[in-house]
C-alpha cells in the first residue's frame, strides 16, 4: 500500500476537490520506491529531496513516500538509470545542485525568477498557488486569504525559504514571521498557538488539512497567486534538461504523469 494517511471527512473533501481542480492538478501509481543499482549499466540519477513535505516526497516507518518518489522512479526507467536519493536539507537544494552533488532536484520546487538564475527549470509539471491552514474557531478571521494577514500582526508560519516564506516577506510589510525547518514542526505550534497562521503550497495545505481535521485545523482556500512547480537541472547540464522534458512531454501525452499525480491527491479527477 503506498498511502497510508487518513482521508478528510466528506466537506473538506469537496473542498479540495473544488480547489484542486481549479489549480488543474494532475495526479500517481508507482509503489515500488527501491531503485535496482544492477538494473542499468549507467551512471545513477542523484536526486536532490527534502523529505518532509506530504504528499510530495515525506517518510513513514522510514521509507521514502510520495509523488516525487513515484515521478523519479519513472523518471529513472525512462532514462535507464538508476534512482539514488538524496537526502538534503531545503536550504541545500540549490547549492548541492550547483557543486554537482546532485544531478536534478524533484522537491516541490516552484518556479521564479530568483531561483532560474541559478537552475534550469524543467517543463511544469503541476500548478499550484499559496494557501493558509489555520485553527478552524478563527477561520472566519482568514477568509480573504494570504491577503487577511495584513494588519493585524498575526503570527505566521512558514518553511524557510521557500515560495510561501519569500511572498509573505515581500507581500505582508513588517510581517510577524516564524521560520520552520518542517511541516510537521511547524502545524505543533499551530496547534499549540504559537502561530496563528501557516504558509505553503497548497497540495501540502490541504493534504495537511486532512491529516489534522481532529485537530480542529482548516485550510483557506483562497489562492494568493498561481504557481507552476518544476525540477531544477544544473544550468550546464542541458542534455539531462532535455531528456527530462521530453520524458515529461511523454507521459503527459499517455497520461502518466496525470495518474500519478491524482494517486497522490486523490481529491480530484484528472
Given at each position: 500500500?503506498?498511502?497510508?494517511?487518513?482521508?478528510?471527512?466528506?466537506?473538506?473533501?469537496?473542498?479540495?476537490?473544488?480547489?484542486?481542480?481549479?489549480?488543474?492538478?494532475?495526479?500517481?501509481?508507482?509503489?515500488?520506491?527501491?531503485?535496482?543499482?544492477?538494473?542499468?549499466?549507467?551512471?545513477?540519477?542523484?536526486?536532490?529531496i527534502s523529505a518532509d513535505m506530504p504528499p510530495m516526497v515525506y517518510k513513514i516507518d522510514g521509507r521514502l513516500q510520495g509523488l516525487e518518489i513515484d515521478l523519479a522512479q519513472?523518471?529513472?526507467?525512462?532514462?535507464?538509470?538508476?534512482?539514488k536519493f538524496i537526502e538534503l536539507d531545503w536550504d541545500k537544494q540549490i547549492p548541492s545542485l550547483e557543486a554537482g552533488k546532485i544531478d536534478i532536484i524533484m522537491s516541490g520546487m516552484t518556479i521564479t525568477p530568483k531561483r532560474a538564475y541559478r537552475v534550469s527549470f524543467t517543463q511544469p509539471y503541476m500548478r499550484s498557488g499559496q494557501l493558509l491552514l489555520v485553527r478552524s474557531q478563527e477561520a472566519k478571521r482568514y477568509s480573504k486569504g494570504i491577503f487577511s494577514l495584513m494588519g493585524n500582526k498575526?503570527?505566521?508560519?512558514?518553511?524557510?525559504?521557500?515560495?510561501?516564506?519569500?511572498?509573505?516577506?515581500?507581500?505582508?510589510?513588517?510581517?510577524?514571521?516564524?521560520?520552520?525547518s518542517?511541516?510537521?514542526?511547524?502545524?505543533?505550534?499551530?496547534?499549540?498557538?504559537?502561530i496563528d497562521a501557516f504558509v505553503h503550497d497548497a497540495p501540502v495545505i490541504c493534504y495537511l488539512a486532512a491529516q489534522y481535521e481532529s485537530a480542529r485545523l482548516?485550510?483557506?482556500?483562497?489562492?494568493?497567486?498561481?504557481?507552476?512547480?518544476?525540477?531544477?537541472?544544473?544550468?550546464?547540464?542541458?542534455?539531462?534538461?532535455?531528456?527530462?522534458?521530453?520524458?515529461?512531454?511523454t507521459t503527459?501525452?499517455?497520461?502518466?504523469?496525470?495518474n500519478?499525480?491524482?494517486h497522490w491527491i486523490p481529491y480530484i479527477k484528472p
Open positions: 500500500m503506498i498511502c497510508s494517511r487518513q482521508l478528510p471527512a466528506l466537506p473538506l473533501l469537496y473542498s479540495l476537490f473544488t480547489l484542486l481542480l481549479t489549480l488543474g492538478c494532475t495526479p500517481a501509481i508507482q509503489n515500488n520506491h527501491t531503485s535496482n543499482p544492477n538494473a542499468y549499466n549507467t551512471p545513477p540519477l542523484r536526486v536532490g519513472q523518471l529513472g526507467v525512462y532514462l535507464k538509470r538508476p534512482v498575526p503570527a505566521i508560519g512558514t518553511i524557510t525559504n521557500t515560495t510561501g516564506d519569500f511572498f509573505v516577506t515581500r507581500t505582508i510589510h513588517r510581517a510577524n514571521i516564524t521560520r520552520f518542517s511541516s510537521e514542526k511547524a502545524v505543533s505550534a499551530l496547534i499549540k498557538g504559537d482548516s485550510p483557506i482556500l483562497q489562492l494568493a497567486k498561481e504557481e507552476m512547480l518544476a525540477w531544477a537541472v544544473n544550468r550546464m547540464d542541458q542534455n539531462l534538461l532535455s531528456d527530462v522534458n521530453t520524458f515529461l512531454t503527459r501525452e499517455n497520461q502518466q504523469l496525470s500519478t499525480i491524482t
